[in-house]
């Protein structure tokens, strides 16, 4: 079983920056393709970013192309998202997400373990 913590959101104005964090515990997530989801009110989850398990592939959503910046640290058993540029239509409640396969995966019923999310708010 695999634990997931978000941390690094909050409030912030177009065009300002946030790092997101996602601290795994349980067992190592070196073999686990990640990646990271969004959910804004009224909307469906979406997938934002996701990485092979050894960081060698990445994919991103068009909206976020270019902005954000999805990275890995498997000794810390870390996975991250750098948003700059944000605008106000990237916010939403933000998920980490844990696939027990290898390759990136975009589906949310490919993802296994979930974590409790961590509110992005962007004003204008």
């Known amino acids: 079983q695999v634990q997931l913590v978000e941390s690094g959101g909050g409030l912030v104005q177009a065009g300002a920056s946030l790092r997101l964090s996602c601290a795994a515990s349980g067992r190592s997530i070196s073999t686990y393709a990640m990646g990271w989801f969004r959910q804004a009110p009224g909307k469906e989850r979406e997938i934002v970013a996701a990485?092979?398990?050894?960081?060698?592939?990445?994919y991103y959503v068009d909206s976020v192309k270019g902005r954000f910046t999805i990275s890995r640290d498997n000794a810390k058993n870390t996975v991250y998202l750098q948003m700059n540029g944000l605008k106000p239509d990237d916010t939403a409640v933000y998920y980490c997400?844990?696939?027990?396969?290898?390759?990136?995966?975009?589906?949310?019923?490919?993802?296994?373990?979930w974590g409790q999310g961590t509110q992005v708010t962007v004003s204008s």
């Open positions: 997400a844990a696939d027990r396969t290898f390759t990136i995966a975009t589906l949310t019923s490919e993802y296994d373990f």
């Open positions: 990485i092979s398990w050894g960081g060698q592939r990445t």
